[in-house]
DNA sequence: GCCTCTGGATTGACATGTCAACCAGGAGGG
DNA sequence: CCCTCCTGGTTGACATGTCAATCCAGAGGC
């Protein structure tokens, strides 16, 4: 935390040159990652990212299917977002909806046929676009450090700016 | 590096659960970081990343005037978003499209005051949303190393995965 | 002159994301 | 019973991106 850190970072309060340059190296690069993974994965299995985590967590769930908010919650998507989604991969015949029988309320999302053998089939392309794009080029220390930073990232939004809404209300 | 697997790199084609975890954090994590970013700005300044870019390209060229290549050139987009972008912000009035009269064909971009306030305004909280979510979680080594890391990353981007075609068409 | 080729830029169709509004079915509370 | 409030999900409007097609104005070839 803030108490821990030297004098170095005081009273200033926007970035140096150095930062900034670090943190747009870390920003496009990543962006351009996604990119070129993104047309990779759209020419050899004709699916998106998001169509892949979908089928992924369908693939894993129990009987190959899942209610419309755990499969969000899964995946770490907003409501709306999967709500669109899951209608352009219906339409795709990737996966179906249907009323769920056994509780009120939920939608079922299961996976098709068709929606099962796009993602078999998509699945060593894309790891082996993974382990091309991202594996090969740095060292295991660099790999090793990479999941660190972006760990210790990760806690530093969830905790000081967690919702921009503080949570305390009663 | 790990000793517990061994140096049998050679031949493995996929990535290892390690490897993989590494990945997810990464891109995740980036994704989490645009997208708070994304909204940080948008409260306190209405703009988009994408109006930043544009208009700092802007703020700093010249005459606050860009071709529209040139521009692209400078901010690494491709034309036709770029086009589409430019149209939503003349929408709004942040800048302009004229014929140029210099030269045949292009047209040039050219910031409205309204723009450079708008600019002016988001330049301090954009810097300071950085600042607090990206050089504040991090070490000086960390930070270090993810500028390390991002540059490897883009240099073999660069190299070995190219554009999908070879350009070495004569 | 006419035809084609090429480079700069726009356009249209569509995929993807976000935000806010809405809907439908219970659960409580009066 | 009626009203309100939640929860789970959908929808519409709109911003953003990509791809392919198009347009337009020279430059060359004939």
Redesign the pocket.
Known sequence: MTSATPARRKGRQLPTAEELRAWREYIETAEALR?RL??RL?VESS?????YSVLLALSEAPERQL????L?AHIG?????????????E?RGLIR?QE?ATE?????VLLTPAGAEAFRRSTVPHLRAIRELFVDALTPDQLRAAGEIAAALRAHLDTRHAGQAPPDVP
Do not use: K, V
């Open positions: 990119s993104t047309s759209q699916l998106s990212p998001g169509d209610r419309s908010s755990a969000a998507w907003e409501r709306s977002r999967l709500s669109h989604h899951l209608g352009r991969m339409r909806r769920c009120r309320g939920g939608a079922e």
